[in-house]
């Protein structure tokens, strides 16, 4: 017997309960170019993102006297917004910690959403030092970007709020980078609905986790830059929770070109009107690429809004990623 995974059915259930009234439940379209497809509109989250559900759930599980000590994280994408902004909506105290090379707009925004900013070193991985120090010392709670149970139960309700929608999906697009989302979704959706196949979809610079998968372990990969860039970065050497899950889980991983990102970045915008980042993107991708057959009844989680306006406008005006 292979040992239970660590996020089931029940604690994403708990999860719902927990957050609910926090976050926002999105909207689900049909695609009007596409049959059988329909777009859970997720990039209309609080922050733009889907982090805030696993970011909001995680700071609800907290011990009192964690709540009292506060939050940290080394975090500047939509992870990092979404622990400072539920950390503002309980009350609670969030640091981020932050290298030298982040730009300054990016730290503004950080303290716009009520963090402390503290800014150390050369490199996200001096930055990760003063996280390990700030838990040790300090005792503030690190939450993570994916690789935490109560962070992957918080993204799963995502899962539950598409089956609720009643459609009964053959198959689920998930976004695929550290694999909280995919792990959290997929346990929803296979607990409840096992036959709907539950895919993955990374772009082709960078994607660890579908190079993990191949592997049987977690492995590293060369970050390159990306559309995609919510995507990019490692799955962790020392991964617990989302490397299982996702093996476990996924029927497939799909790999996506930037072009076909920035194709279907088009798609999205020219049948909803609205701007979705390339991460948010790489499920229509597949389908619009061919690399993937759209099942009856389809589902693409369009994950995160939060693209600069000028790389949205390049992509707009079709020029070459
Ligand atoms: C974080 C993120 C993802 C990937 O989520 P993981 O849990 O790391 O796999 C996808 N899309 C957007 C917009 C994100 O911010």
């Not at 609670?92 to 150390?120: F, H, M, T, Y």
């Not at 996924?250 to 279907?264: F, G, H, P, S, Y």
Request: hydrophobic letters at 45%; aromatic letters at 2%; one cysteine or more.
């Amino acid at each position: 017997m292979t040992p239970p995974l660590p996020v089931g059915l029940t604690d994403i259930q708990a999860a719902a309960a927990r957050i609910a009234g926090r976050v926002r439940r999105t909207p689900m379209c049909a695609d009007p170019h596409l049959p059988g497809v329909w777009l859970k509109q997720e990039y209309r989250q609080d922050t733009g993102a889907f982090k805030l559900r696993g970011a909001t759930n995680a700071i609800l599980s907290l011990t009192e006297g964690q709540l009292a000590r506060g939050v940290v994280t080394a975090s500047t994408g939509n992870h990092g917004r979404a622990l400072a902004h539920a950390a503002r909506q309980a009350g609670v105290r969030a640091v981020v910690c932050l290298s030298k090379l982040v730009p300054a707009n990016k730290v503004q925004a950080v303290r716009d959403l009520g963090a402390e900013v503290r800014i150390i070193g050369q490199s996200q991985d001096e930055a990760m030092v003063e996280v390990a120090r700030a838990v040790a010392q300090e005792g503030l709670a690190e939450v993570p970007p994916f690789d935490h149970p109560d962070v992957v139960a918080g993204q799963g309700t995502l899962g539950l709020e598409i089956l609720a929608e009643g459609i009964a999906p053959s198959d689920v697009l998930i976004p695929l980078s550290g694999g909280g989302l995919a792990a959290g979704v997929a346990a929803a959706i296979k607990a409840l609905s096992p036959t709907t196949r539950v895919i993955g979809v990374s772009m082709e610079r960078g994607a660890a986790m579908a190079a993990s998968l191949k592997a049987g372990h977690p492995v590293e990969v060369r970050e390159l830059p990306t559309l995609a860039d919510s995507l990019g970065g490692g799955i962790g050497l020392d991964n617990r929770v989302t490397f299982a899950m996702c093996r476990a889980l996924l029927d497939d991983v799909i790999l996506v070109t930037e072009d076909e990102i920035a194709a279907a970045m088009r798609h999205i915008h020219a049948v909803t009107g609205d701007t979705v980042e390339g991460a948010a993107a790489v499920g229509h991708a597949a389908l619009l690429s061919g690399r993937l057959s759209a099942g009856p009844r389809t589902v693409c989680i369009l994950s995160g809004a939060n693209v600069a306006p000028e790389t949205f406008a390049r992509v707009l005006e079709g020029q070459p990623a």
